[in-house]
Structures are given as structure tokens and as C-alpha cells.
């Protein structure tokens, strides 16, 4: 029997595991859950999953939790802040961490846990986008296995030769290029001129996928896109030409492979998280994951169409970031993160977002992103950064 530990239970991915987990109680158990400040939530999970370690970062959130779990006569332990969140990652007593912490909070415990060596299923986009290097470096170092849950490139992963070994390097192996796919989110048939006007809860109103805020209004905007092309080029060893991205709105293709000879491989399914994350919580073996069966028949038709840096010009700018190198994709990260939540709470328009992030990376020179220091320090100067943008913004 395997141990997991969740980095985020209350999130749309950390649901979607924890319903996987309970279709295979004599496989899984859950040794960890975190979250932020979700006490209701969190409590719920531990009353029916009764992990031995439960982390919130909120104090004050930390000591509700602790108070309520009392009353339930609950054995779970609670722990509170970022330290908890390495500990329970890199524990001995975990042997599957799922990494699915949104944002750049998610990076230090998923680190951790490649230093110990853990089966990593990752689902939080930051560890490579800032640290590409650094992360996939320890993750060798330390015979870490690195599992992507992130739909297309699960898909892509299922699509390469991987038998039953982990690999990270398909430059010169007989792949000409890889296709992630992309729905288009929800203002894919809006005219541009239209951009200026929508509004948040527009924005998180994804056509095909449920997820939470933040990741939508990235998929609105590409940005969710551009983050994926930039953890390809880590995950896989390709180059930003090798790596293509397509628009296909019925989300039913996740992603191709095309090779050298010609064929094209790609992987199916409902647009459904539980696929991804039972792929990686079994390989190289597979189990049932609750989701319907794909129905062919029913689909009809399969759309697809080029992306347009125009219409989608977060796309471009994470391009540009990979291409720069260094710490110029943690400053666009960083950048974004700033501006998403200032849309959210709306201080700025949908279209401020892409000029905020592309004024930063004007503004902040990358450097080397050898060191997690340097990653940090330049993190942090662009969220100051892009902070002092969102004022100027003209409504």
C-alpha cells in the first residue's frame, strides 16, 4: 500500500485525487492533506481520510482545524506553515507527494520533496517554470521520479516511448515536435476589441474544465498555455520550436506527439482531472479512475485551428521568456500572478494583465537561475514590481 500526501486537498486537483484515492482504499492511504485557510473543507477531508498529518499555512485557520478535529475525537495531527508543508513533503513516511499548491507557494515543498527521492505527481506549474533547471537537476540527483498530472502532458508522456522507465530528454529520439492543445477559454469567438470589457466572473467561466480561479482566468488568457509550453521544454528536453500549440475546443484530443516517420500519436478522453491523476498514481500499471467512458459517436467532430499571439499575447510573452533563459520565466510567473489577482479583484482590465507582465520583463533583466536564491530574490522583484504597475493602469 502507498502513502500520499496532497500539497493543496481543497483545490479542484486535490478533490479530484482524494476521489481517485477513494475508489482504491487497498492501494492508497493518505499519510498528509494541506491547505491554506479552507477549515471547513479540510476538516471534511480528515473526518473521511483520517491522514496522520494535516498542514494549514493560516495560524488562525490552523487553530479552528485543531479545536474541530478535537471535538471529532480525530488522531490527525495539525501543523501549521510553510515548514510543515516541506516536512510532511520529503517525510519517510510519504511515498507519493501530489504537487497541486496554484502559484509559486507550491515551489519549496514540491523541491523537497524531489530532495527525498519522493514519486512526484505534479500538478503545480511553478516548480519548472521558475526553477526548470534547479527542480529537474535535484529531481536526478536524488532518483526522484517526476510524474506531469497536468493533462496535455500527461498526454504527451503517455505518447512517448516510455515503457516502464522515467525519461526527460526526447531531443534527437525520433520526435519531430509535440502539439499541446488548448481550448481557447472562454473568449476564444470574442472579438478583440471586445477584451477590454469582460469581467472576472466571465473570465473563470471555462467552456470545458472545472478549476479554480486563478488557473481559469490563466486559461482565458493563455498564460495557462504559455506556462505549459515553458514546463514541456524541462519535462521533455525540446526546444521552444519543437513544442506547438493548437487551438481545439472540444478538449478531447490532450495532446500529440508527432515523430520523424510521420505518425502522429495522440491521447484521448474526457476532459475529466481524474484520468491524468490515476495515470500517474498507478504507473506504469493502470486502474479505474471513475471517469465515463469516451464516446466517439457522441463527440461528432474534432475542431482545430492555429493560436494567435494577437488575440492571445500572454502566449507570446511566455515564449519569449523560455527563449530569454535564466530567471526570465520565474519574473513572468511572478508577473502574472500579481496581475491575475489584481483583474480579480478588479483593479485592472483583462487586457492589463498581458501589459503589466510585458512591461516587467522589459523593465527587470533576467539573470542565471542557478541558485534558489536568485530565483527568489528576482520572484520578488517582479511581484513589486508588476504591484506598482496595477495603479497606473487606465480604466
Known sequence: MKSVTILGSTGSIGLSTLDVLSLHPEKFKVYALTANRSVESLLQQCLQFEPEIAVMLD???ADKLAE????????????????????????????????????????????????????????????LVMSGALFMKTVAENAATLLPVD???????????????????????????IILTASGGPFRDYDIEQLDDV?????????????????????????????????AHWLFGLQSQQIEVVLHRQSVIHSMVDYEDGSVLAQMGNPDMRTPITNTLSWPDRIASGVEPLDLVKVGRLDFSAADFARFPCLRLAYKALNEGGTATAILNAANEIAVQAF?????????????????????????????????????AARTLAKSKIGLCIH
Open 151 to 177: 493533462s496535455e502532458h500527461n498526454a504527451i508522456w503517455q505518447c512517448l516511448p516510455v515503457a516502464n522507465t522515467q525519461h526527460h530528454d526526447f531531443n534527437g529520439k525520433g520526435v519531430r515536435k
Open 68 to 127: 474541530a478535529l478535537k471535538k471529532n475525537h480525530s488522531k490527525t495531527i495539525v501543523k501549521i506553515g510553510k515548514k510543515a508543508l516541506e516536512e510532511v513533503s520529503s517525510s519517510a513516511n510519504t511515498d507519493i507527494v501530489v504537487a497541486a499548491i496554484v502559484g509559486a507557494a507550491g515551489l519549496l515543498p514540491t523541491l523537497a520533496a524531489a530532495k527525498a527521492g519522493k514519486r512526484i505527481l505534479l500538478a503545480n506549474k511553478e516548480a
Open 344 to 380: 480579480l479583484d478588479e483593479q485592472i482590465r483583462f487586457t492589463d494583465i498581458a501589459r503589466i507582465i510585458e512591461e516587467v520583463l522589459i523593465e527587470l533583466p533576467a539573470n542565471d537561475a542557478t541558485t534558489l536564491e536568485q530565483i527568489l530574490a528576482d520572484d520578488a
Open 199 to 231: 469581467t472576472p466572473e466571465q473570465a473563470v467561466a471555462h467552456p470545458n474544465w472545472s478549476m479554480g480561479q486563478k488557473i481559469s482566468v490563466d486559461s482565458a488568457t493563455m498564460m495557462n498555455k504559455g506556462l505549459e509550453v515553458i514546463e
Open 59 to 61: 495560524v488562525a485557520a
